[in-house]
């Protein structure tokens, strides 16, 4: 009897059974749904056009491209980066290091303002190859570029944190080609001076500058000769402090230095005395900077270096790939273990074991 009076088909009976309570709304999911899609489908091409329109977001964005580990995000990234390199190497590239504490963030900030002001566009990236662990500790805080950070004309980025300093040096270079593109005329590499993350940053850079403190010993600095030899100049900084001791420790590293064998590009490394709290100095860091971009690229350097670091990156690209195939190829992998005992056993020299698993691998290729 009930079945009667309860019409279940019947769509104008008040007893009939709603379906609708599991449908969705649906033109107003669909289209909030589609606005999502298109937000994160942005297209190469939007990308490229952003970042050649100065478009700091799309700037941003892409650099977190570079930055993932995502294959799809990797092979979208390469693309935009190769759209880029022809508006790319425009700018100066500076590199600056020295240990935490030396003062970086604040000479950066004091210089940052001062080319900010006089119209440059400046970008400010960081290696960090801590950064994973501390979670950024260099550019992590801000407020240490107070200004800077606020600054139209700067663009702030964090160390990428890509687990191992090849990964680090490798997104880095590949960012400062998205800033070149974007307009950036200045880019600061900051980097710590310890480890080998400065041997890094020198690798990418036209300019490097260490900063260094008066009257602490180079080991208590942990500064190695290594590090000086790579400076094309050389700042002691909150000079303020002690006038005296400042430009007393910047005799001594004059003369330091005046015991290294002459640079190739004719460069002299300059010491000065700085102070990022009084701004001493700090011209004579950026008129010592352009001057050594005017004399080696009238003496043909400053594209030299540019051209060898470039053809180092591909040297060093193809011993990686290569080295990363070869170790992960089944037959290497199958076949080392047992080598490595035949070695350590005796049975064969270590060289024909290399060269055999070598030819091994390349036969195994072809086959
Ligand atoms: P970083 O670790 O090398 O980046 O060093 P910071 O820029 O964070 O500076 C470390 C500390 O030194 C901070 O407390 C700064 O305020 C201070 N500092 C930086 N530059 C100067 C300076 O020229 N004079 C003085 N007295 N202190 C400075």
Known sequence: ????????????????????????????????????????????????????????????????????????????????????????????????????????????????????????????????????????????????????????????????????????????REIIILCEAAGFDTVFVETVGVGQSEVVAHSMVDFFLLLQLANAGDELQGIKRGIMEMADAISINKAELDPNRAELAATQYRSALSLFPQNENGWKPVVFTSSAYTGSGIDKMWDTIMEYVAQTKANGHFYKKRNEQNLRILSESINSTLTERFYNSEFVESRLEQLKQDVLDDKISAYIAAQRLIEGYFDNLTK
């Open 1 to 172: 009897m009930y079945d009667k009076i309860i019409d279940k088909n019947n769509p104008d009976s008040a007893l009939s059974v709603q379906e609708a309570i599991g449908k969705k709304p649906s033109d107003i999911n669909t289209q909030y749904v589609a606005k999502l899609k298109k937000r994160r489908e942005i297209s190469v091409d939007e990308y490229v056009n952003g970042i050649l329109n100065s478009d700091r977001v799309m700037l941003s964005q892409a650099i977190t491209l570079v930055e993932s580990s995502l294959a799809a995000h990797q092979q979208k990234a390469q693309q935009i980066i190769e759209r880029c390199l022809p508006y790319a190497g425009k700018s100066i590239r500076v590199g600056i290091t020295g240990v935490p504490g030396v003062g970086k963030s604040t000479t950066i900030e004091a210089l940052g303002v001062k080319l900010t002001r006089s119209g440059h566009k400046l970008a400010v990236l960081a290696i960090d190859p801590t950064s994973e662990k501390t979670k950024g500790s260099i550019l992590g805080d801000k407020t240490r570029m107070e200004e800077l950070a606020t600054d139209p004309n700067a663009f702030i980025r964090p160390s990428p944190s890509a687990g191992s300093l090849g990964g680090v040096a490798r997104k880095t």
